[in-house]
T-cell receptor, first 117, second 111 residues
Framework: ETGVTQTPRHLVMGMTNKKSLKCEQH?????MYWYKQSAKKPLELMFV???????ENNSVPSRFSPECPNSSHLFLHLHTLQPEDSALYLC????????????????FGEGSRLTVL | GEDVEQSLFLSVREGDSSVINCTYT??????LYWYKQEPGAGLQLLTY???NMDMKQDQRLTVLLNKKDKHLSLRIADTQTGDSAIYFC???????????WGAGTKLIIKP
């Protein structure tokens, strides 16, 4: 099993659809993240879960709803999206999201390319 | 607020050195990073530097840090086609340990 796996790799949805993105990590990490990657823009941190508890929500619209049932799985539920939400959504994990001494290396999945029509 | 800036594109000839530059604003960051994103893939940590270092060398990679000017650079010696990727600069906020990212520099290799 590779480190961080995301499904689906590509998703096309209408503005009224409801869909979900899934992320699974096989690294035994305790923190998981959702990032939004848009062309020519910095990576945008959306949500952070540390030991299954949400510790960061960077003013993300409520049409994005995260779920973290355990330390290995992370979901992003999507509903009533807008065309400007089209982007690459990256999931990442790290050993501990709040470490003070460690390197804090992030391990990323390959991303889910979302297109909203 | 904190900001990390880098050029969007860099084009170099195969075999030449590539220098990717980055400026940041949070002078208290302990770690600064370079991540690499190959086509169709997620990001992968390439190298990093502690804020108390000026330089770090790792095979073909050299990281230079100028804390006074808040400038970070990544030099890739003898650039190869496999180095084609987007290179992201990031600094870590010491307040909440979250990363602040640049927009990424796409390295284009000319034959």
């Amino acid at each position: 099993e590779t480190g961080v796996t995301q499904t689906p790799r590509h998703l096309v949805m209408g503005m009224t659809n409801k869909k979900s993105l899934k992320c699974e990590q096989h690294l035994g990490h305790n923190a998981m993240y959702w990032y939004k990657q848009s062309a020519k823009k910095p990576l945008e941190l959306m949500f952070v879960y540390n030991f299954k508890e949400q510790t960061e929500n960077n003013s993300v619209p409520s049409r994005f709803s995260p779920e973290c049932p355990n330390s290995s799985h992370l979901f992003l539920h999507l509903h009533t999206l807008q065309p400007e939400d089209s982007a690459l959504y990256l999931c990442a994990s790290s050993q501990d999201g709040t470490t003070s001494g460690g390197l804090g290396e992030l391990f990323f999945g390959e991303g889910s390319r979302l297109t909203v029509l | 607020g904190e900001d990390v800036e880098q050029s969007l594109f860099l084009s170099v000839r195969e075999g030449d050195s590539s220098v990717i530059n980055c400026t940041y604003t949070d002078s208290s960051s302990t770690y600064l990073y370079w991540y690499k994103q190959e086509p169709g893939a997620g990001l992968q940590l390439l190298t990093y530097i502690f804020s108390n270092m000026d330089m770090k060398q790792d095979q073909r990679l050299t990281v230079l840090l100028n804390k006074k000017d808040k400038h970070l650079s990544l030099r890739i010696a003898d650039t190869q086609t496999g180095d084609s990727a987007i290179y992201f600069c990031a600094e870590r906020e010491d307040s909440n340990y979250q990363l602040i990212w640049g927009a990424g520099t796409k390295l284009i290799i000319k034959p």
